[in-house]
């Protein structure tokens, strides 16, 4: 990694176009991954020439499915699409009364495709994407009950509430069937902790857990050895979840309480985590991130431009993997600095819904598409390591043999904490974020009335989705 003499960043340096976790306008729950590295993803079909099923035809029932790049392709020059064809023909080589269309779509354009298609009535049967906008697709009533496919071997094969609790809306029903999770955390270079003489400022040994003391600690050294800390990113809502994970762990805030049922960021400890960071910033320790979003820190860490990122999971790990290499940094991965040092995580969840287009047939077979896909001998282990995260099945075992920074990510998951993005109002929610971090950044507000408005607009876009 390189020193930098300035720590301002210029604007002129946001060039990479946002992918996966990193942003674009629809929300980030959800990481783009890169080629799979197991020997498990290594025996596949071979790939058609084109991402569309063929045309339905002799009766033969025909469902439409629509991806954002979750799922990897074989390299970076693979048109997006290829692999999930590759799933298609396998399934519909064991249902030859099923036909599977398939389009894909970006987290750009992707979130407002849905609701236009949905609107006029032209939606697909079968989306993969995340809880987040999938649980507000139940609560306007939209799509199809997944209960039958809960059963109790499955539930108790998953064994984890809060993951489970994600894929239900208010009403208490299932509507998203997962496929695979991750917890969010954050990355820091060795190259710059060992040139500012901070190794000894993070945790290499176990689950990695360290202090806020030890955090800024290590923000002193790298500052003193020239080097930029990440932005505090919050120009949009791009990975917005990794910043906001970072502001609670600090000193032990939650987003909301544990029953998901109201927002609590304005108590001591969110007070006191937001008066630090303005401190940091101010210090120069970290940078104001007014101009940037979350895809936009990452881009500047895997550039070597900042000593470390607030952003990060395996499925980034994996798809900035080249610039990493090209650019010789060496990425630790660590959870989120605590005051206690037990940290409390924010996670991503793979899954499926179906939309309700008024033919239960469709439903029917959508349901076993899904099924084929999460589950099936050869293609659900594949599908799963195709993500580059864990599945949510216990049974599956571990996908990563031998591969010991994915057991670190793997022993995240025991810090998840409550899932509050399938809260009624969290798309009106996730609007008064970044305008709250920036109003504390610019010192336009203190941080007890930001964070205090913030919370009252939060509250009250709850009582807005009732």
Same mark, same amino acid.
């Given at each position: ?5 300035s ?6 340096l ?6 996966g ?21 290594e ?8 991402t569309?099923?063929p ?8 469902i439409?499915?629509w991806?954002f ?6 390299s ?6 290829t692999?999930?064809?590759?799933i ?7 249902n ?9 779509i ?10 236009a ?19 507000s ?11 039958d496919?809960?059963t ?6 998953v064994?984890?509430?809060a ?7 208010d ?10 999770t991750?917890?969010?955390?954050m990355?820091?270079?060795k ?18 857990v ?15 050895a020239?080097?930029?800390?990440a932005t505090?990113y919050?120009? @949009? ?8 994970a970072?502001v ?8 909301t309480?544990?029953?998901?049922t109201?927002?609590?960021l304005n108590?001591? @400890?969110?007070i006191?985590?937001?008066t ?8 120069g320790?970290?940078l ?7 895809g ?9 431009n900042?000593?470390?990122t ?9 798809q ?16 989120f600095?605590?005051?206690d040092?037990v ?6 969840v793979?899954g499926?819904?179906?939309f309700?287009?008024?033919d ?5 077979v959508?349901?076993k598409?899904i099924?084929?896909i999460?589950?099936?001998?050869e293609?659900?282990?594949?599908n799963?390591?195709r993500?580059?995260?864990f599945p949510v099945?216990q049974s599956?075992?571990?996908?990563y ?5 994915m ?5 995240l998951?025991k810090?998840y904490?409550?899932y509050?993005?399938?809260?009624k ?18 010192g ?12 009252t607009?939060?509250?009250q876009?709850i009582?807005n989705?009732?």
């Amino acid at each position: 990694m390189r020193k930098i003499l300035s720590l301002g960043l210029a604007a002129a340096l946001l060039t990479t176009t946002l992918a996966g976790c990193g942003g674009g306008s629809g929300t980030a729950e959800t990481t783009a991954a890169p080629a799979a590295t197991t020997a498990a993803a290594e025996t596949k079909a071979a790939a058609p020439a084109e991402t569309k099923a063929p045309e339905a035809s002799g009766g033969a029932v025909e469902i439409t499915w629509w991806a954002f790049p979750t799922f990897a392709q074989d390299s970076a020059d693979t048109p997006a699409g290829t692999y999930e064809a590759e799933i298609i023909a396998a399934f519909e080589a064991k249902n030859p009364d099923v036909k599977v269309k398939l389009e894909t779509i970006d987290f750009t354009s992707g979130p407002e495709k849905i609701t236009a298609a949905i609107e006029a009535g032209t939606v697909c049967d079968v989306l993969f994407d995340a809880p987040g906008r999938i649980i507000s697709y139940a609560q306007n009533g939209k799509l199809v009950n997944l209960n039958d496919m809960f059963t109790d071997e499955y539930v108790k094969d998953v064994g984890n509430d809060a993951l489970l609790n994600s894929c239900k809306s208010d009403d208490g029903s299932y509507y998203m069937y997962p496929i695979s999770t991750a917890a969010f955390c954050m990355a820091v270079s060795k190259q710059a902790l060992e040139d500012a003489g901070a190794m000894d400022c993070i945790n290499m040994e176990g689950d990695r857990v360290w202090t806020t003391e030890k955090f800024e600690e290590m923000l002193g050294k790298l500052s003193a050895a020239g080097y930029n800390g990440a932005t505090v990113y919050c120009s @949009g809502q791009g990975g917005d979840q990794g910043i906001r994970a970072f502001v609670t762990n600090i000193y032990d805030s939650q987003v909301t309480n544990d029953e998901v049922t109201e927002y609590t960021l304005n108590d001591e @400890g969110g007070i006191k985590a937001l008066t630090k960071i303005k401190e940091w910033v101010d210090a120069g320790y970290m940078l104001n991130g007014s101009a940037y979003n979350g895809g936009e820190d990452v881009d500047q860490f895997v550039a070597g431009n900042t000593a470390f990122t607030t952003l990060w999971s395996p499925g980034l790990a994996s798809q900035r993997a080249d610039t990493l290499a090209e650019n010789g940094i060496e990425a630790i991965a660590l959870p989120f600095p605590s005051e206690d040092g037990v940290p409390e995580m924010e996670y991503l969840v793979n899954g499926f819904c179906i939309f309700d287009n008024g033919d239960a047939a469709r439903a029917e077979v959508s349901k076993k598409f899904i099924d084929f896909i999460c589950n099936d001998e050869e293609w659900g282990p594949k599908n799963v390591v195709r993500t580059s995260v864990f599945p949510v099945r216990q049974s599956m075992g571990d996908l990563y043999p031998g591969e010991a920074e994915m057991q670190f990510y793997a022993s995240l998951t025991k810090y998840y904490s409550p899932y509050y993005n399938t809260i009624k109002g969290f798309a009106e929610m996730r609007t008064y974020w970044f305008p709250m971090l920036q109003a504390v950044l610019n010192g336009d507000s203190t941080p007890e009335d930001a964070v205090n408005d913030f919370v009252t607009k939060a509250n009250q876009s709850i009582v807005n989705a009732q």
